[in-house]
């Protein structure tokens, strides 16, 4: 009689386990979570409303990303049945959506600033070279134009590939970033029983 127990509880794990591969088959991206705060920091005590993201989730997020070049459809937290709250879940659902969102606006604005710099870098290097060839051509006396043209062309140089490094390589892993906020704010949530 203990044997027939113990094989139904192992049939009824296999079945769980079963149907939880099942579930997270379906889906671009599961997780599986004991409880929403899986999802949120440890050491914010605040609202789901308000609460910060759990780096570990988000670092297993940008994981997922970076092997999809189309994005990401879904994002699906499989949640004990007895663990669920469909209140916790549209407020979770809200948080997530308004912090991918906000990211991506400040790292796009980020972007952006780093250009603007980065132009006004390439432009002032450029009227140094500018300046410092015109004291060469026209030879004008005295030391002060040699130190000043010795000055403005190494200087020129320098802050026009300061500038152009910074509108097209330093900006790099910004890019990255920007693109998994994007795919994320674009993402379905689903919260699913097991």
Excluded: C
């Amino acid at each position: 009689m203990p044997q027939a127990k113990n094989e139904a509880g192992q049939d009824k794990e296999l079945k769980v386990e079963n149907e939880r591969q099942r579930l997270l088959d379906r889906s671009k991206v599961s997780l599986i979570i004991d409880h929403y705060d899986d999802i949120f920091s440890d050491f914010d005590s605040r609202p789901y409303s308000h609460r910060s993201l759990s780096d570990d989730f988000l670092i297993e997020a940008k994981k997922v990303a970076r092997d999809t070049s189309e994005g990401i459809a879904e994002i699906r937290f499989m949640v004990p049945q007895v663990a669920r709250n469909i209140g916790n879940e549209a407020v979770i659902k809200k948080r997530l959506k308004a912090h991918f969102k906000k990211h991506a606006e400040m790292l796009s604005q980020e972007i952006g600033s780093a250009k603007k710099e980065g132009m006004i870098f390439a432009s002032g290097g450029f009227v140094m070279m500018v300046i410092a060839a015109l004291i060469s051509i026209n030879e004008f006396g005295g030391i002060f134009f040699v130190i000043l043209s010795v000055l403005l062309e190494p200087a020129g140089w320098f802050t026009v590939w300061f500038g152009l490094d910074s509108i097209f390589y330093a900006q790099r892993d910004k890019y990255v970033e920007l693109d998994f906020y994007r795919k994320l704010g674009k993402t379905e949530i689903i919260f699913e029983p097991f």
